[in-house]
């Protein structure tokens, strides 16, 4: 079976369809619902997955509605847009410095963002809404830090990924020292955000994820056949007709926002925006930037890791972050090795 195939509308446009990486999306997506399904039905109250089905579908019993769509569905909802805003934020950033380690843990917006985060705890004693506004906040400074930093004559591959560790490394020594100027109270709440948990998470996460992505992903989706072309270069991608600069931007600017939007929401979890990308486009054995696999394959790795956090360990015992970065730090030892082998560093 062919890999590539040109599908013909009837108004004669000619789309072409990759047919292993749909196949791959299909079976991730696929992936994704399931785990969501089993999750929802793991707790101190552990619920057949057959009738979390009908919850969901709204014939279940009163007990059953108000653990499913009150306390665990928000959860899993805010699980999902996470894995999925973290897994394109990777594969946008990934793509933009045409590095396997340029991802937003390794350039340091999840610190930028944590920065926000423990601002607002720390000095200002604030609520849960101002500490998700000081992440996104922390997240954006840092971002547009980076991108200034990096700038000669335009953004290139391995300038951004030195910067983008030169400002993590500034910014987890400001942590740090955040850290030693708050009480007991208000580190052991920083300590607990900074892990990357889903723990307690509710609809007041779900919506504003949710419209933020419905207006990025579109946006992104948009400008990925000019995010294509330059994977060339900046000269090929100039002389197709591509506006570099501009959809860089662009880009970077969707990155960073849908990075710290879901680190405001669920914490730094760590390693989904690294692993993510790299999972999918082995996968799909697909050039390009393989927007729409990592993005599903953020999803799966997320809700799958809070489900094996539940399964072993019981709810609330053990945040997510701490499996995403277990895993993801044996993934980053492989990477390195493969690198080093295939001479790239």
């Not at 591959?157 to 740090?176: D, E, F, K």
């Not at 708050?182 to 779900?206: E, F, H, K, N």
Request: proline residues 4%; hydrophobic residues 55%.
């Amino acid at each position: 079976m062919k890999s590539n195939r040109a599908v013909r509308t009837p108004g004669g446009l000619s789309v072409r369809l990759d047919v292993r990486a749909l196949t791959v999306v299909v079976l991730l997506l696929l992936a994704a619902l399931t785990a969501s399904v089993v999750l929802i039905g793991t707790g101190d109250f552990p619920i057949p997955a057959a009738d979390v089905l009908t919850t969901l579908l709204g014939e279940g019993n009163a007990g059953q509605e108000f653990i499913v769509t009150e306390l665990r569905l928000p959860r899993v909802l805010v699980g999902l847009l996470v894995g999925a805003s973290l897994g394109l934020g990777g594969a946008l950033f990934q793509s933009v410095s045409r590095n396997p380690l340029g991802s937003p843990d390794v350039l340091g917006l999840g610190q930028g963002a944590t920065a926000g985060a423990l601002t607002m705890i720390v000095l200002f004693s604030g609520t849960a809404g101002q500490v998700t506004l000081g992440a996104l906040v922390g997240g954006l400074v840092t971002g547009f830090a980076i991108y200034v930093l990096a700038w000669k004559r335009g953004v290139h591959g391995y300038r951004l990924v030195l910067v983008g560790i030169g400002v993590s490394a500034i910014v987890t020594a400001v942590n740090g020292y955040l850290l030693t100027k708050s009480d007991i109270v208000d580190a052991a709440r920083a300590v607990v955000w900074m892990t990357g948990s889903l723990d307690g998470r509710d609809w007041d996460q779900v919506w504003p994820l949710l419209a933020l992505c419905a207006v990025l992903v579109p946006l992104v989706l948009a400008n990925s056949r000019g995010l294509r072309m330059m994977e060339m270069g900046d000269d090929v991608s100039n002389a197709l007709g591509v506006r570099v600069e501009r959809v860089r931007l662009l880009l970077m600017l969707s990155a960073v926002l849908l990075t710290a939007s879901a680190t405001a929401a669920a914490g730094p979890v760590g390693f989904v925006a690294l692993t993510a990308p790299q999972l999918a486009r082995r996968l799909t054995r697909s050039p390009g930037p393989n927007l729409v696999p990592a993005m599903v394959m953020g999803a799966a790795l997320l809700v799958t890791a809070d489900w094996v956090s539940q399964w072993v360990f019981g709810a609330g015992q053990l945040p997510v972050g701490v499996v995403t970065g277990v895993l993801g730090g044996v993934y980053l030892l492989w990477l390195l090795v493969t690198e080093r082998r295939a001479g790239r560093i």
